[in-house]
């Protein structure tokens, strides 16, 4: 493939469709992991919410559900995430910031007034302290007299990804991967209808991975619980159909799409190559975030057309739940209309323009079985590279992900910078900040977006984010993160992180410019956290 080939044909895929992409509903599951998809089924509208204290979120859910929204998925602040009190001193001007303040059973119960238990979903993004709130939450739905057994919903439960892209860990590796592995026993010895984990791609790729890292840094990890759960005792055909997955949707439709049956196809020949696993254990079940790192601030409503473009990747893909992001996340959290115009964008897609209608409707295109192909295969190349190391554990330790999520943020910060050799579009002879130049979207590997600013990035803050993403890519180190690096970042490894990421968008400037409200930069979150399960 050639950035300039504009022609696809014959040629181009010379694979076996029996082979590469099957029936759908079967291995290897390339067009989609049910037979009819959203024809028997539409994909669940989970959107993310989470600010202020629980009785302000339960409105937001409240107003959400009556919108439409078909199911829950609950963003917790910083303090929560990282097992603080709110009166606590490291707690000081971020409680109810990155999302909703939960210090007790009590404030559960709060947060879910009101809503049946028993009739929704709910997905936690929560790692570190991921099986204290699945405690409350069971002690919540007894309240409410519904048994833990009926209980639906997803933890988030990634705490690998935590090392990696987003640093609200708290225990060193081993002792957070038995706990991960508990929190798996613990829900299948209940019978619980539960998805113990939600593995992330998501903050990978908002830290400034590409697609192909995306894929196979999430899988490296993805293999690693799979492997701890069989340490612990569990089946691999028991606990694997209930191992959910998190990735990001961006702007370049083509590719998104590519890599969404790339991943249920890698996913489902990995599990079989490695496990033996069955064909339910091998289906790759995923929830869809659009690209935070890709909402700009200026020109916000720009925004509803990127979100739009990145959700209709996302359904193309065959995801099974959705998160579409309001308009004006770059400036504030939402608003109850910006929120529910992102909930209305999935309405629209759903019920408006006939996507639902057919499965797996790309599968067959030249271009696009070339590039899922490319994808794969270069997805499965770095994770060799992964098990080479010895695993996602020593890949951590060795600075080995980090490094490469660097030189790759930087990659891409240094072509917004430069104009990227692109075009510039926006209306003629418009004010200053209202032309916008990008760059031509590419196959694979080199993620492009259309930037509505001159430059790309927020003046010095930007390059000096870029400069120090340059630093820890080329210091050659190998050393993981210091340990006091606990900002939820794109790039929580080492100086890198959320650097190399272009600063006009996205809800994590604070992580670049530094601490607010007298609390140190290692602790300001970064909103854009993503949602979980599928």
Same mark, same amino acid.
């Given at each position: 493939?050639?950035?300039?080939?504009?022609?696809?044909?014959?040629?181009?895929?010379?694979?076996?469709?029996?082979?590469?992409?099957?029936?759908?509903?079967?291995?290897?599951?390339?067009?989609? /992991?049910?037979?009819?998809?959203?024809?028997?089924?539409?994909?669940?509208?989970?959107?993310?919410?989470?600010?202020?204290?629980?009785?302000?979120?339960?409105?937001?859910?409240?107003?959400?559900?009556?919108?439409?929204? &078909?199911?829950? +998925?609950? *963003?917790?602040?910083?303090?929560?995430?990282?097992?603080?009190?709110?009166?606590?001193?490291?707690?000081?001007?971020?409680?109810?910031?990155?999302?909703?303040?939960?210090?007790?059973?009590?404030?559960?119960? =709060?947060?879910?007034?009101?809503?049946?238990?028993?009739?929704?979903?709910? +997905?936690?993004?929560?790692?570190?302290?991921?099986?204290?709130?699945?405690?409350?939450?069971?002690?919540?739905?007894?309240?409410?007299?519904?048994?833990?057994?009926?209980?639906?919903?997803?933890?988030?439960?990634?705490?690998?990804?935590?090392?990696?892209?987003?640093?609200?860990?708290?225990?060193?590796?081993?002792? +957070?991967?038995?706990?991960?592995?508990? /929190?798996?026993?613990?829900?299948?010895?209940?019978?619980?209808?539960?998805?113990?984990?939600?593995?992330?791609?998501?903050?990978?790729?908002?830290?400034?991975?590409?697609?192909?890292?995306?894929?196979?840094?999430?899988?490296?990890?993805?293999?690693?619980?799979?492997?701890?759960?069989?340490?612990?005792?569990?089946?691999?055909?028991?606990?694997?159909?209930?191992? +959910?997955?998190?990735?990001?949707?961006?702007?370049?439709?083509?590719?998104?799409?590519?890599?969404?049956?790339?991943?249920?196809?890698?996913?489902? =020949?990995?599990?079989?190559?490695?496990?033996?696993?069955?064909?339910?254990?091998?289906?790759?079940?995923?929830?869809?975030?659009?690209?935070?790192?890709?909402?700009?601030?200026?020109?916000?409503?720009?925004?509803?057309?990127?979100?739009?473009?990145?959700?209709?990747?996302?359904?193309?893909?065959?995801?099974?739940?959705?998160?579409?992001?309001?308009?004006?996340?770059?400036?504030?959290?939402?608003?109850?209309?910006?929120?529910?115009?992102?909930?209305?964008?999935?309405?629209?897609?759903?019920?408006?323009?006939?996507?639902?209608? /057919?499965?797996?409707?790309?599968?067959?295109?030249?271009?696009?079985?070339?590039? &899922?192909?490319?994808?794969?295969?270069?997805?499965?190349?770095?994770?060799?590279?992964?098990?080479?190391?010895?695993?996602?554990?020593?890949?951590?330790?060795?600075?080995?992900?980090?490094?490469?999520?660097?030189?790759?943020?930087?990659?891409?910060?240094?072509?917004?910078? &430069?104009?990227?050799?692109?075009?510039?579009?926006?209306?003629?002879?418009?004010?200053?900040?209202?032309?916008?130049?990008?760059?031509?979207?590419?196959? /694979?590997?080199?993620?492009?977006?259309?930037?509505?600013?001159?430059?790309?990035?927020?003046?010095?803050?930007?390059?000096?984010?870029?400069?120090?993403?340059?630093?820890?890519?080329?210091?050659?180190?190998? =050393?993981?993160?210091?340990?006091?690096?606990? *900002?939820?970042?794109?790039?929580?490894?080492?100086?890198?992180?959320?650097?190399? =990421?272009?600063?006009?968008?996205?809800?994590?400037?604070?992580?670049?410019?530094?601490?607010?409200?007298?609390?140190?930069?290692?602790?300001?979150?970064?909103?854009?956290?993503?949602?979980?399960?599928?």
């Amino acid at each position: 493939m050639t950035d300039e080939k504009g022609i696809w044909g014959p040629a181009d895929w010379p694979g076996d469709p029996a082979s590469a992409l099957g029936r759908p509903g079967e291995f290897p599951f390339t067009r989609g /992991v049910h037979p009819t998809m959203y024809r028997g089924r539409l994909w669940t509208m989970r959107q993310y919410a989470g600010f202020g204290t629980a009785e302000e979120t339960n409105r937001r859910f409240r107003d959400l559900l009556a919108a439409g929204q &078909t199911g829950l +998925s609950v *963003a917790f602040d910083l303090p929560t995430q990282m097992g603080y009190d709110s009166d606590h001193p490291m707690a000081e001007g971020e409680v109810g910031r990155a999302g909703v303040a939960i210090d007790t059973v009590e404030d559960l119960q =709060r947060l879910f007034q009101e809503i049946p238990l028993d009739r929704v979903s709910t +997905s936690m993004t929560i790692n570190a302290t991921a099986a204290i709130l699945l405690a409350m939450y069971v002690v919540v739905g007894e309240e409410q007299g519904v048994p833990h057994r009926q209980l639906e919903g997803t933890l988030q439960n990634d705490i690998l990804k935590e090392y990696i892209a987003r640093g609200t860990y708290i225990y060193p590796l081993e002792p +957070s991967l038995r706990l991960t592995a508990d /929190v798996f026993r613990f829900t299948l010895e209940e019978g619980m209808r539960f998805n113990p984990i939600s593995i992330s791609g998501y903050h990978i790729r908002e830290a400034g991975a590409t697609a192909v890292q995306e894929v196979a840094f999430t899988f490296a990890n993805g293999l690693e619980y799979v492997r701890r759960a069989l340490a612990a005792g569990l089946d691999v055909n028991v606990f694997a159909p209930r191992l +959910s997955f998190f990735f990001a949707a961006y702007t370049t439709v083509f590719e998104e799409v590519a890599k969404f049956r790339a991943a249920r196809r890698l996913w489902a =020949r990995l599990m079989k190559e490695q496990f033996g696993a069955e064909e339910a254990a091998c289906r790759l079940r995923f929830h869809t975030q659009t690209g935070g790192a890709t909402l700009t601030a200026q020109q916000p409503l720009n925004n509803v057309v990127r979100v739009a473009l990145q959700a209709m990747a996302a359904v193309l893909g065959g995801t099974q739940s959705l998160h579409t992001n309001a308009y004006d996340e770059a400036l504030a959290l939402p608003t109850k209309q910006s929120a529910t115009l992102a909930l209305r964008t999935q309405q629209v897609l759903a019920h408006e323009t006939g996507l639902p209608e /057919v499965v797996d409707p790309v599968g067959g295109s030249w271009y696009i079985e070339a590039l &899922t192909d490319t994808i794969e295969r270069e997805a499965r190349a770095l994770l060799a590279q992964v098990e080479q190391v010895g695993g996602a554990p020593r890949a951590i330790e060795s600075g080995f992900f980090q490094e490469a999520i660097a030189r790759s943020a930087y990659a891409q910060q240094r072509a917004i910078e &430069t104009g990227g050799g692109g075009r510039e579009w926006g209306r003629a002879g418009g004010d200053r900040g209202e032309r916008v130049r990008g760059r031509l979207s590419r196959p /694979v590997g080199a993620r492009t977006r259309l930037f509505d600013t001159g430059r790309g990035a927020a003046g010095p803050a930007g390059r000096r984010a870029a400069a120090a993403a340059s630093r820890a890519g080329a210091d050659g180190s190998g =050393r993981p993160a210091p340990r006091r690096s606990r *900002a939820t970042s794109r790039a929580a490894a080492a100086p890198a992180r959320g650097g190399a =990421r272009p600063l006009d968008g996205g809800r994590d400037q604070r992580c670049v410019t530094g601490g607010v409200g007298g609390v140190p930069a290692d602790l300001t979150p970064c909103r854009n956290a993503g949602s979980v399960g599928a």
